[in-house]
């Protein structure tokens, strides 16, 4: 056992930080407000991912073969701890990293790897998701989008809703029913965005401005070497790429970096005396410091080469704590800031607290899969 | 960065659950707030468990291995302060065991205290030490599961200074030890638990199939996985910071555990006769340590965003 980085990853932070320092620019904060979904930020990722990429930076951890730099699963981590930390200016290009290539990797055809690995790594192309429907959320099984066979062609019909970053993805790995009740015939799909018969509605919310969106399917048609993985296979992608994704984004790296602000500020106005205060922020502060060493433990498990357990849930349930105990902290001792908006590390913090514990599976479903698949309780009948 | 144990450290874990698990086994009345563990501490003492953290290649990692697993016991063992707090805290020193650890305030109850060899008192600005095996000590007859006595005057008067020993030093790693035993009793109260709920039937069902039981337990689980963690973490580090986490993590996992698991098993929690007592009031009487959950976060504040505690 040993908590210590090596020099590789130290570097490589430090590599990162630099990087950063570089290309962010001046005005970031005020220019992106540290909205992941906003026109600005996506923008920017089509100029910065490029540049990441050219430092071989953008996908360190995928193999060499593909073009990565085929180094460990902490350097991702590392990676994502650095992007979050900034505000993520890879826009949800995250995404393509975190989830979209490994997927690829793992199920595409040799066609689609060809086609979409170089796009990927080009940093100039990103990717939403669309699997949560207007009955389908924490249910996932009961979605109802269909995609009938004709010939060498599917049909598509339907909705997705939440979907982010719909309004400016370049394309969707999205799921369809190809026959089959519940799990069984699920079957996804890559669909370009520009297709016709996709329409795309922006929904107004309090998270970000292009956070989520309704995506409608009509009379969709799509040639089958769209289809991706087997058919009716698509539970099993969808398996594994929530594993993927729910010990994806660092939050913490923000949230310890507002904290470390909120901290600043009310010393600047004295008011980081109050024993109260104080315990609150350094209860946040553990908490925080908790997650992310629970996430490291899964990604050791992901480095060694280990199947994904419940501890991946802990570390969601986790999250979804230490978030909330940070923007307590601020809702109670920066209420200024928060309702007057100007700070947007302040703001943004707080903000991105509203879905911790509902996207990628609500907070009751990490409970849940803790309680069966950690403590082995009986499941409900 | 790598959160495995090495196979050393697999095999000492081992050979610790080994010797620990035979004394797991419970008297058929339990008679007393709290088992002594007299067995276990000459047996821990023949096998040289308590040098652990001096031991060549070892240190707090493999302490805090130590009593971790001696805290699941039902048998109430001095263990931290002799296996990790001493050896980490007082390097150059030797202190006989059992040791009481206790801040200057006369009339507090102390634990370990009847039966104690040594005495080291945190007395703000220096560490006291007091040879109290040949002074009177009123033991306290407590609910809580440990052997309690109480830090009188006189007791404080007959201590003197220990010189050349960083006060700091010695709360960081009382945190350390504080944090650890809770984790260990924390988690032999909670797989109790998770048993009992999987065992007693109502409503035609295993309580355990209800959501809110299984809610409640898997946020336990959370809570003493990121204590736990944080635990692993200080003793690795050797960072103060980090030993405030660890400690503030422990003593609110230890509060809401103690709850929970006495929520689920209803009625029968209450009793003499079922051991979950002999954890839980362990855990209560951790809670309020060194100052409560409070005093450890406020520890955090200082040491994240000032120069340090103050004394
Ligand atoms: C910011 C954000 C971004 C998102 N992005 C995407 C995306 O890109 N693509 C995509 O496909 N989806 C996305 N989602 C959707 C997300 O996956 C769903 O919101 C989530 O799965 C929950 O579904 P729901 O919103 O329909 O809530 P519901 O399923 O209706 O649940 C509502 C609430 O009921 C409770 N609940 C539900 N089930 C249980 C249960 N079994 N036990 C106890 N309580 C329960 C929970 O408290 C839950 O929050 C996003 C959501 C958010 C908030």
């Known amino acids: 056992m040993d908590f210590n980085w090596t020099r590789e990853h130290d570097a490589f932070r430090a590599r990162l930080r630099d990087v950063l320092k570089r290309h962010l620019p001046d005005d970031w904060a005020e220019q992106s407000r540290y909205d992941t979904s906003s026109e600005y930020t996506s923008k920017f990722s089509r100029k910065f991912c490029p540049i990441l ?8 951890h995928w193999p060499k073969e593909l073009g990565g730099e085929g180094l460990d699963g902490f350097h991702h981590w ?25 997927t690829m990797m793992r199920y595409g055809t040799k066609a689609q790897q060809e086609e979409f690995i170089p796009k990927i790594k080009s940093g100039n192309f990103i990717w939403c998701q669309g699997f949560s429907e207007p009955d389908a959320g924490s249910d996932l099984a009961a979605l109802r989008t269909r995609a009938e066979r004709r010939g060498d062609r599917y049909l598509i019909n339907g909705s997705k809703i939440w979907t982010s970053g719909a309004s400016f993805a370049d394309h969707c790995l999205m799921l369809a029913r190809t026959g089959g009740e519940r799990r069984e015939g699920i079957t996804v799909f890559l669909v370009p965005m520009k297709h016709p018969g996709v329409e795309v509605r922006v929904i107004p919310n309090y998270i970000g401005e292009r956070t989520v969106h309704e995506v409608f399917f009509t009379e969709v048609e799509v040639p089958a070497e769209w289809r991706f993985g087997d058919e009716s296979n698509g539970w099993e992608i969808v398996t594994y790429i929530l594993h993927q994704e729910r010990v994806g984004i660092p939050r913490y790296a923000f949230s310890m970096r507002v904290l470390d602000h909120a901290v600043e500020l009310l010393k600047k106005r004295g008011a980081f005396s109050d024993s109260a205060v104080r315990a609150r922020a350094g209860h946040a502060r553990a908490a925080c410091e908790a997650t992310r060493y629970l996430a490291l433990d899964v990604i050791n498990d992901r480095v060694k080469g280990r199947p994904p357990s419940a501890k991946t849930s802990i570390v969601r349930y986790s999250q979804v704590r230490s978030d909330r105990l940070v923007a307590d902290f601020l809702a109670d001792y920066l209420a200024d800031e928060l309702v007057s908006g100007q700070d947007r590390m302040i703001a943004s913090g707080y903000k991105r607290t509203g879905s911790v514990g509902i996207a990628s599976g ?20 | 960065m790598d959160f495995d144990l090495s196979s050393d450290q697999s095999v000492l874990a081992e050979a610790i659950d080994n010797l ?8 058929s009345v339990i008679a007393a707030h709290y088992l002594p563990g007299d067995g276990l501490d000459s047996d821990l003492a023949q096998a040289g468990f308590f040098d652990i953290a001096r031991s060549e290649g070892m240190s707090a990692l493999e302490a805090v291995l130590l009593v971790e697993r001696v805290a699941r016991a039902p048998v109430a063992v001095e263990i931290g302060a002799s296996a990790l707090v001493v050896p980490l805290a007082l390097p150059d020193h030797e202190i006989s065991r059992p040791v009481a650890l206790a801040d200057a305030r006369a009339g507090s109850p102390v634990r370990f205290l009847p039966g104690a060899s040594s005495l080291l008192v945190d007395a703000g600005s220096e ?34 200074p220990l010189g050349d020993v960083s006060v700091e030093l010695l709360r960081q790693w009382r945190r350390v030890a504080l944090a650890t035993e809770i984790c260990g009793a924390g988690k032999s109260a909670l797989d109790l638990t998770v048993q009992y709920v999987k065992d007693r039937r109502q409503f035609g069902r295993p309580i355990g199939e209800f959501q809110s039981v299984q809610h409640r337990l898997a946020e336990c689980t ?5 204590a736990r963690m944080m635990a692993l973490r200080a003793a690795l580090t050797g960072n103060s910071l980090d030993a405030a986490e660890a400690a503030s993590l422990a003593q609110e996992a230890g509060t809401r555990i103690h709850h929970e698991t006495h929520q689920f098993h209803g009625a029968m929690g209450i ?17 309020g340590e060194m100052g409560g959950l409070v005093a450890q976060t406020g520890a955090v504040a200082a040491l994240r965003w000032d120069d340090g505690e103050q004394p």
């Open chain 2, 271 to 287: 009793t003499m006769e079922y051991p979950l007592h002999l954890w839980t009031y362990r855990l209560k009487a951790l809670q």
């Open chain 1, 362 to 381: 609500a907070a009751e479903v990490q409970l849940d899969l803790i309680a069966r698949n950690h403590l082995d309780l009986p499941r409900r009948r």
């Open chain 2, 222 to 226: 959370m809570l003493l996985a990121s």
């Open chain 1, 53 to 60: 990429a050219q430092e071989g930076l953008l996908i360190p």
């Open chain 2, 20 to 27: 620990v698990g035979r004394h797991h086994t419970l008297p």
């Open chain 2, 127 to 160: 560490i006291r030490i007091a040879d109290v095996s040949r002074l009177n000590i009123e033991p306290i007859s407590s609910t809580f599961a440990y052997p309690f006595g109480t830090l009188t005057s006189a007791i404080l008067d007959a201590s003197e």
């Open chain 1, 78 to 102: 590392i990676l994502g701890e650095e992007m979050v930390a900034a505000g993520e200016p890879r826009s949800y290009q995250y995404m393509s990293v975190n989830w979209v290539g490994p």
